[in-house]
C-alpha cells in the first residue's frame, strides 16, 4: 500500500466544452490523515496530469469534504487560454485567483448613486 500522508488527485467525467473553450472535469481528493488539501496544491497536481502549459487557467472549486474526512470532491475547470478564462469565468472565481480587482466605495456612495439615478427615470410631461 502507498505511503498513509500521500496525497492522491484524481479527475473523473472530463468533458470537453468547445463552446466556453474549456475542459469541465470532478475533482477527487484523497488525504488520508490530512485534515484538507488546499486549493493551490490541487491546481499544480491537476496541471501536472493534463499538462497544462499555465496553471492560472485551471480553476478548481466546489470543494467538499466527505464525512469522516480522507476524501474530497469538487469541479475543475481548464481553459484553453488565459483570456477566454477572463472572458468566461464569474468574476468572484477570478477575485479568488487574484486575476479580477473590485473598485471600493462605501456604503453611502453607492445609495447615493442609487437615488440619483432614480430621479432621473422620471417622466417627464
Do not use: C, W
Not at 497544462?52 to 469541479?75: C, E, H, P, R
Amino acid at each position: 500500500m502507498a505511503d498513509k500522508s500521500a496525497v492522491v488527485v484524481r479527475t473523473k467525467k472530463i468533458m470537453v466544452n468547445p463552446l466556453l473553450a474549456r475542459k469541465q472535469f470532478v475533482v477527487e481528493v484523497l488525504h488520508p490523515n490530512k485534515d484538507r488539501i488546499s486549493r493551490a496544491d490541487i491546481t499544480t497536481a491537476v496541471a501536472k496530469m493534463h499538462t497544462v502549459a499555465d496553471a492560472k487557467t485551471i480553476f478548481v472549486y466546489g470543494l467538499q469534504t466527505k464525512f469522516g474526512g480522507g476524501k474530497s470532491t469538487g469541479f475543475g475547470l481548464i481553459y484553453d487560454s488565459l483570456d477566454l478564462a477572463k472572458r468566461f469565468e464569474p468574476k468572484y472565481r477570478l477575485a479568488r485567483a487574484g486575476m479580477h480587482t473590485k473598485a471600493v466605495t462605501s456604503r453611502k456612495q453607492r445609495k447615493e448613486k442609487k437615488n440619483r439615478l432614480k430621479k432621473g427615470k422620471t417622466s417627464k410631461k
